[in-house]
């Protein structure tokens, strides 16, 4: 007869699809709100976004455990950073913090997957994208989570940025104004939400620009 065991793991996903695009002069940082474990929703109404500094936001899924001791160790670091500077940590150098708690815990790491949005010290927009033990690069869009397989597709066709390796650099921002931005994560969201179980509930969408920061809300569908 075989011997049966259970597994215990540390970890669990939570599900969830995280976007952010950045233009110009702003940047839209969008998630989900429902919080499931394997066919089981816990709640609808989960925020998965946080607000770092004042022109800077993070979006995560994963282990929603880990996401909230990331949130509180990153929160605790900034406060001291506030502290010794007297000045709020600008998106570029949280981006840099988050990279650096995430790779210190690389034989035990945080189960999230980030991105980073706001502005930079230029007031132009920036999107930084992450995997679970702090490898990080600056684009112009990005998606994380349970239905980045179906929306990361559908940015690269509307959005495709040029290619890292062209010279002169080109910059990452997109072409898109704020309203059309908004808009564009609006269907990639309704669209993602049709195939992903774990994706739906009701949009949750942050805008940060010059302005500061604000939220727009959009419903899901809920089955």
């Known amino acids: 007869m075989t011997k049966q065991q259970a597994n215990w793991s540390p970890y669990d996903n939570n599900g969830g699809s995280c976007v952010a695009i950045a233009g110009a002069d702003y940047c839209v940082i969008a998630a989900d709100t429902r919080m499931s474990t394997g066919y089981n929703i816990l709640t609808r109404e989960y925020s998965k976004i ?73 007031g132009k927009g920036c999107v930084f994208t992450y995997d679970a033990v702090g490898s990080y690069e600056k684009v112009g869009y990005s998606s994380q989570g349970s239905g980045s397989t179906l929306i990361t597709p559908f940015l690269d066709n509307q959005l495709k940025s040029p290619s890292p390796l062209l010279l002169p650099v080109q910059d990452a921002v997109t072409p898109l104004v704020e309203a059309e931005a908004i808009d564009l994560i609006k269907t990639v969201f309704a669209s993602a939400s049709e195939r992903d179980i774990y994706t739906g509930d009701k949009l949750e969408i942050v805008v940060v620009n010059a302005d500061g920061i604000r939220r727009e809300y959009m419903e899901l569908r809920k089955d």
């Open 50 to 122: 946080c607000k770092l500094a004042d022109k800077c936001v993070m979006a995560s899924s994963g282990f929603q455990a880990d996401v909230k001791a990331l949130q509180k160790q990153l929160a605790a670091r900034h406060l001291i950073y506030q502290h010794q500077h007297n000045k709020q940590m600008s998106c570029p150098a949280m981006a840099q913090l988050l990279s650096n708690t995430l790779y210190y815990k690389r034989f035990f790491p945080y189960y999230s997957f980030n991105v980073l949005g706001g502005l930079d010290n230029e």
